[in-house]
């Protein structure tokens, strides 16, 4: 049996993955560390994959998705480096030409840009579905996020079964390496990734309302593009039917902004902080 590490550039898969290394690949027959690359994450997230990369020797296959405009012809992959992965969100308005405006709704992102890219490279080696188990970096305390297909899927959860590793225990990890992720959770791995909470991407728009220009054109150039809502209105990205237009303005509006701290029960707003569960990383599965 064979070994596919999904590495998405957290913190927590980035524990999974050097763990793995150091504890585990000598029990399976061969491995291999993949990135799938939307052309969308923070650039730190890309500087912190290279360096767990060169520090830990790891040998991190960095992939992007290569779309085909024509119905029926599926998304397939092609290598990439560091220096040479999009940082514009090619892949990204790729897979949006063709499939239309991701959301809650229209999953699209993780199929198309990262299982479609991922299971694309396996075959390209000659790897079978039934030949190898997916490594997921999902910790105990998250043991909620663990896919109900993982037995069809072939998913391993290391940090679970083997570590019961939680946020806490990595974090004390990391503080004691001789490098970092240089983000705050509500930053994460996709600069402006719709999963997260109102309230964390208005904090966003007050900080850094340069990275919202890029959900803000796809809005207005795909808005028509992929499967259509039943009253043919222009899909937008985020959750309440919110626009990029509509996020911006009310990021100018006075509102709590998200801290570390937990929001205080009595101040707790469904709509400001209901998530789709990303924070620091946004796994394939």
Not at 31 to 45: D, K, L, P, R, S
Not at 117 to 135: L, T
Request: charged residues 30%.
């Amino acid at each position: 049996m064979k070994l596919a590490i999904s590495f998405s550039g957290g913190k927590t898969s980035a524990y999974m993955t050097k763990w793995l290394i150091d504890n585990k690949v000598n029990d399976y027959d061969d491995y291999v560390i993949t990135f799938a690359n939307t052309g969308q994450e923070n650039e730190e997230t890309l500087r912190f994959i290279n360096l767990c990369d060169k520090e830990w020797g790891l040998n991190v296959v960095w992939l992007e998705a290569v779309v085909n405009p024509l119905p029926g012809i599926g998304t397939k992959h092609k290598i990439v480096t560091y220096e040479t992965a999009s940082r514009n969100g090619e892949p990204f308005e790729a897979v949006i030409k063709k499939y239309g405006i991701p959301n809650q709704t229209f999953q699209t992102c993780n199929r198309e840009m990262k299982l479609a890219v991922m299971r694309s490279y396996m075959r390209s080696i000659g790897w079978k579905k039934r030949d190898y188990v997916s490594a997921i970096g999902i910790r105990i305390d998250e043991i909620d996020r663990i896919s109900k297909k993982m037995n069809d899927e072939r998913l391993i959860y290391p940090l679970i079964e083997f570590t019961k590793a939680t946020k806490e225990s990595i974090g004390t990890w990391w503080e004691k390496q001789q490098f970092h992720l240089n983000l705050m959770e509500h930053e994460g791995n996709c600069k402006w990734c719709w999963k997260k909470s109102k309230r964390k991407l208005l904090t966003l728009a007050v900080d850094t309302p340069e990275i919202f220009d890029f959900p803000a054109r796809m809005e207005s150039d795909y808005g028509y593009c992929g499967a259509a809502g039943y009253d043919k209105k222009p899909r937008v990205f985020f959750r309440g039917y919110t626009s990029t237009i509509d996020l911006m303005a009310e990021s100018k509006l006075n509102f709590v902004r998200w801290t570390p701290k937990p929001i205080q029960f009595n101040l707790f707003d469904e709509d400001l902080d209901s998530s789709g569960g990303c924070s620091e990383h946004c796994e394939a599965y």
